[in-house]
């Protein structure tokens, strides 16, 4: 019921930028539109799923790893439906694939929390 797409990953160089989008759909979406919390996710290869940041309902307040903090920034758009995560200065640990998620629990760095993911987009950083 609920669709969430990811895109803008890539591959970039160390210290480069990237910024990713995640844009919601479906039948939840089409009665209450953006009306939730927002998060950002990311997971290496043989990683638990790590918090990234997150994001209230009106985009009035967001949240962030300390792993990110200063380089990240979350931002969304409810009109267009889109969640947004700029990342500068970004390092080789930082290849992931990141993924958004809806929940219920605005500023919530508990994937538990979040019904609702998309499919991620791939992130690589080269050194």
């Known amino acids: 019921q609920v669709q969430l797409v990811e895109s803008g990953g890539g591959l970039v160089q160390a210290g480069g930028s990237l910024r990713l989008s995640c844009t919601a759909s479906?039948?939840?979406?089409?009665?209450?539109?953006?009306?939730?919390?927002m998060g950002w996710f990311r997971q290496a290869p043989g990683k638990e799923r790590e918090f990234v940041a997150a994001?209230?309902?009106?985009?009035?307040?967001?949240y962030g790893a300390d792993s990110v903090k200063g380089r990240f920034t979350i931002s969304r758009d409810n009109a267009k439906n889109t969640v947004f995560l700029r990342m500068n200065s970004l390092q080789p640990e930082d290849t992931a694939v990141y993924c958004c998620?809806?929940?219920?629990?605005?500023?919530?760095?508990?994937?538990?929390?979040?019904?609702?993911w998309g499919q991620g987009t791939q992130v690589t950083v080269s050194s």
């Open positions: 994001i209230n309902r009106d985009g009035g307040t967001t």
């Open positions: 998620a809806v929940t219920s629990f605005a500023g919530s760095r508990s994937d538990s929390d979040y019904p609702y």
């Open positions: 479906g039948r939840t979406f089409s009665n209450y539109g953006m009306g939730y919390g």
